[in-house]
Structure formats: C-alpha cells, structure tokens
C-alpha cells in the first residue's frame, strides 16, 4: 500500500524537539471512515494548526491527542499517538492521566456553573489540592497553595486585572471572549505539558479573538500546542506548524511560512485562497 | 374564506378555552373538598386519636402513618432510584439491554397499583415476614414510585449539558469525580421535581397499603416501622365504605380528605423552596 501522507519530509527539524507524534492514526465513527492514516510530528513549545474544511476531521484529530474520544460511542481509533515517546493509546496507560498532560479548550467556552475561583480550582482540588482554610486529606502538603495557582493561572491566561475583585461571582457573569479565557486558566491550573485549542475563537468577536491569539503566542513558551481553526487568517498569523485536512487525510504539512506562500499540493493552494472550503 | 389572523384568534381560543377547564377542575375539586371539610377541621381533629366509632375525635394517627409510609417510601426509593438513573444514563454502554430496562421501568410505571399492593403482601409481608407493617407498606409506594423518579432523574441527568462533563473530564477528572462535582450539583434539582411528583402519588395511593400496612382503628400510634398504622386515603375509604353512622362519618372522611391534599401540598412547597435553592445558583 502506497502511504501517501509519508510521502512528506516531516518539517519538524530535530528529533528531540517532537512532543507528539501520530502514526499510522485512523479512526472510525460506527463504519465512516472519518480519519485515514495520517502522520503528523508535533514540535515542542510550538503552535501547530490543524486547518482543512468542515467535515474534514480536524475536531477528531485533536480530540483522539487527549482521548476525549473515548467518550463518543462507536468511535475507533486505530495506530499509534506517542507523548513523549510513549503511545497514549497503549494498554498500561491511565486516560486520566493523559488528560492531566494534554489539556484542552473547547469551540463553545464551557465554564461550569460555578464562581470564577471554583472554575480555576476544579481541576486542582480534584487532584488534591485543598484551599487554605480547607481540611488536609492528604497530610496538608498542597495546602495554601490552591490560592496561588488560580492567580497564576488567571495571569497566564491574561484574566487576573479583569477578575482580581470578583472571583466570587458566576462565571456566567463574564463576557464570552472572559468566558473563553477562563477556560483557558482552568486547562493551564493543572500545568499540562500540551494544550489543545478546537477552535476556540469561533463563538467570539474580533477583539476578544485577538486577545486569545495574543495569549497562545504568549503560551507556546511554556506548552505545545496545538489549535484548531476555521480561520486561514489566523491559522497564518499565530502557527509555527500548518497541517492541512482534507476528507480525513493529511494532504500536506509543514512549516506555516511554506503553507501560505508556496504550498507544494495544488489542493492546498486552491483552500488558502479560497477557491472552495 | 376566514382569515389568518381569524385563525390564530381560534386557534389560541381553544387552546386557553383548554387551560381554563383544567384549571376550573381543579380548583372545583379543592372547593368540593374545601367547603365539605371544614367544618370539622379544628385543632382537635388534627391532635387527637378517634374516638366514638370514629365518629368523633381526631385523626392523629391517619396522619402521622401517611407521613410515616411516605418517609419510608422515600428513603427507600429515592437513593435507590436516582442510583438507577445515574447508571442508566452515565455508566450503562447504551443498547439494546438498556432499551429493555427503560422499557420494563416505563411498563412498572402502568402497573395498576392494586398489583402492587398483592406483590407488597406476597414478598414484604409474607415472605420476609415484616407483616402489616409501615415498612412493608413504605417499601410497597417506594416500588410504586421508583419509576416515576427514575424517569425525571434521567431526564435532569440528560440535560446537564455535556460541555460541562467534556470539560471535567478533560482536566482530568475521572468519571465519578465528573459525576459526583459537576453532573449531579446540576442535575439535583430535576431529580427533587422527580421526588416531589412521587410524594404526591405515595401520599394519595390507597391500594398499596390495604393489604400491607394499614388498618382502620388502632388504639396507639405506631411504635415502630413494623407497627401497623392508619392511613389517610384509607381512613376516607372505611369511613365512606363501613361503619354505621354515615351521617357523621362523612363529614369526617371530607374532613381527611382536606388534611390529606393539604399534607401533600405541603411536602411538595418544601421540595419545591430546596428545588428552587438549588435552581437560584444554575444559569446556563
């Protein structure tokens, strides 16, 4: 069998530099092909976008990296995705544990109907972090720190100025593109080590859209990421890495600069400038 | 040729025309209940044990063994019935097993309540021989029930919006944690309107108990849950049904009556006040 996706040279320059790498990944919904053996190197402490037009598996693909397509009935998932050289999809790995290093933001902002501080700090008492004032289950070794975090989890996600005085009140309170970015601070509070974003900007405005792409340039230097998106523009703007999707295969990937100015598919070419999609 | 706007004037019409015969139904059949009652409630009617061939006195004890079978229905069915739910709609791979199940727990909801009422006697009676008791009759209305509060707790369960488990579990949670921190805080109060429903039933139900837990005269008030008890919906039927004074029993039975829709209203506001407690703090 001709693999055609190999047929790319990987743009990810250095081995050592890979975080996540998917081999030979195809994965089912029920008895739909939805994604066809695509390869593809994730380089550390970049932004990588996956872009290609609706229907074509990019929500899939980054939802396989963090196995929340576990919890969609009939899907499959066969081959291989290695997070630092260890396959997530083997036998002796804990899901729980994946999701712990993979975080992920979602398309529509989903804060729980909890305050600004609960939402941050939900991620964290569940893996046992308790607040100062809270009993110590487990030898009070976390205590006080829970406090810490969420601010700095609030200031990475460029939240804390807009939310220091009311983190008390419902999260429902705050506006869309605040919404989103508290989602945001609730996946970086449990310090992943890869971030994924399935078009997080979608639901949002022009200016709150900046705001998110300001702030995933800012991130790159502590996480891998990996972002979704509709939007060419911002795909060309915010990514280092470009995978273009088209009907569950991978038709080229590389580094955005090539994507955008001299893609080597036709097909490529003929998305980015609009010709369909 | 009528017009559109004529239309929807008798469209609207038949639907309000609908709404207010309901309506009228039920407040005809509280002012029924209402006027042929109060006359003998009084302070007395509701503190005192019968007396005179029930003729006279109070029905203290009708109303504390309604309360008593009820509490006892909840306790059972409540934890029992929401634990369903939960498995049903979070845990259960959904397929044809499940469809069986849903089907079975939709056809125990049609069940005739008399039926209920012999099973009671054959198995919590009889066979593990807690006899005509506040817990055979408690555990009968709890079966009784235990559709009615699976459904409306499947049903709060289901509308918990799936981003939020999404979002539980992608920072790691493992699936109880999601279920117990963010899908049952949000799902409690469905699952209450479920309970609050079923009160209602448990408290009117009359068919259930005959055969496992009332009685039509005791001289004491239940000691414990294996001590058989009077019951409101009951004591209304003897009255009507038996005894030889149905110039006095009448007004007696209309009187129970009243206590009975006045003792379920009353258990719902309280389910309704925490329902609505929980429902102030969701806003999605």
């Known amino acids: 069998m001709v693999d055609k996706v190999t047929s790319h040279q990987s743009p990810v320059t250095s081995k050592k530099d890979v975080r996540i790498s998917i081999r030979n990944l195809n994965i089912w919904y029920a008895n739909t092909q939805v994604i066809k053996n695509v390869r593809l190197d994730i380089e550390k402490n970049r932004v990588t976008a996956i872009i290609g037009p609706s229907g074509c598996g990019k929500s899939t693909l980054i939802r396989t990296i963090n196995r929340m397509n576990d919890i969609i009935p009939d899907a499959k998932v066969k081959g291989e995705i290695l997070l630092d050289g260890k396959n997530i999809y083997g036998d002796d790995i804990d899901v729980v544990e994946v999701r712990k290093r993979v975080g992920m933001v979602f398309q529509k902002s989903n804060p729980f109907p909890k305050s600004i501080f609960e939402n941050v700090a939900y991620g964290l008492k569940i893996n046992g972090f308790i607040s100062a004032g809270g009993r110590s289950a487990s030898g009070g070794k976390k205590k006080g720190q829970l406090m810490e975090r969420v601010e700095q989890s609030l200031k990475d996600a460029a939240l804390w100025k807009e939310v220091k005085d009311r983190l008390g009140d419902s999260a429902f309170d705050l506006s869309g593109g605040q919404q989103q970015r508290l989602c945001i601070a609730r996946a970086l509070a449990i310090e992943p080590e890869v971030v994924l974003f399935d078009e997080p900007c979608s639901a949002l405005d022009p200016t709150a859209t900046a705001k998110i792409e300001e702030l995933i340039q800012k991130l790159k230097k502590k996480y891998t990421i990996i972002i979704v998106t509709h939007n060419m523009q911002q795909a060309a703007r915010i990514s280092d890495f470009c995978a273009f999707l088209m009907l569950g295969e991978l038709i080229e990937f590389d580094k955005t600069d090539k994507i955008f100015t001299a893609p080597s598919e036709k097909v490529t070419e003929d998305y980015i400038t609009g010709r369909f999609g | ?284």
């Open chain 2, 1 to 284: 040729m009528i017009s559109r706007k004529l239309k929807e004037y008798i469209g609207f019409g038949i639907l309000r025309l609908a709404t207010l015969i309901i309506l009228l139904a039920l407040f005809a059949i509280l002012y029924f209940v209402a006027v042929n009652g109060i006359k003998v409630i009084n302070w007395q009617f509701l503190t005192q044990m019968p007396h005179s061939g029930m003729t006279a006195g109070g029905i203290l004890p009708a109303i504390l063994g309604t309360f008593y079978l009820v509490v006892c229905a909840i306790c059972f069915a409540l934890p029992l019935g929401v634990a369903a739910a939960i498995y049903l709609t979070e845990y259960a791979k959904q397929g044809k097993l499940i469809r069986i199940i849903r089907i079975g727990i939709n056809n125990l909801a049609g069940v005739p309540s008399v039926v209920f009422g012999l099973f009671g006697l054959a198995v919590f009676v009889k066979f593990f021989g807690f006899g005509i008791s506040i817990l055979s009759g408690g555990l009968t209305l709890g079966i009784l029930i235990l559709p009615t509060i699976i459904r409306a707790s499947e049903e709060a369960l289901l509308v918990v919006p799936q981003s939020f488990r999404e979002a539980s579990l992608a920072l790691g949670a493992t699936k109880w944690q999601t279920i117990r921190k963010v899908v049952l805080p949000n799902a409690i109060s469905g699952m209450l309107t479920g309970s609050i429903l079923g009160i209602g039933r448990a408290a009117g139900e009359t068919a259930p108990i005959l055969f496992t837990a009332v009685t039509f005269y005791t001289m004491r008030l239940p000691r414990s849950i294996f001590s058989e008890v009077q019951a409101l919906p009951y004591h209304i039927y003897a009255l009507m049904t038996e005894g030889t004074h149905p110039e006095t029993q009448i007004p007696v039975a209309y009187g129970t009556a009243l206590v009975l829709v006045f003792l379920v209203l009353g258990i719902d506001s309280i389910a309704i006040v925490i329902r609505n407690r929980f429902r102030r703090r969701k806003k999605w």
